[in-house]
C-alpha cells in the first residue's frame, strides 16, 4: 500500500533532472565569470610588473649615466682648522 501523500505529489524525474541542469549551467556560468574576472586581473598585474620593470630598467640607465659623470676622490686630507 502507497501512503496517499505519494498519491497525491508523484515523483517526476524529468524536473529532477531539469532543476540539476539548471544549476549547474549556473555554476559553469558563475566559474566562467570568475575566471574572466581572474584573467582580466592577471592581465592588469602583467601590465604593472612590465611597467616596473620599465621604470627600474630607466632608474638602473639613468644611474649608470651619471655615475659616468662623477668622479671619486678619497683619501684626502682636510686641514684641521
Known sequence: MSSPKDEEKPHDETRDHA???????????????????????AAKLREMQASLDQARQDLSEDKEEVDNRSIFVGNSDHPAG
Open 19 to 41: 532543476e540539476t541542469a539548471d544549476n549547474d549551467e549556473e555554476e559553469i556560468s558563475a566559474m566562467k565569470r570568475r575566471v574572466a574576472e581572474m584573467e582580466a586581473e
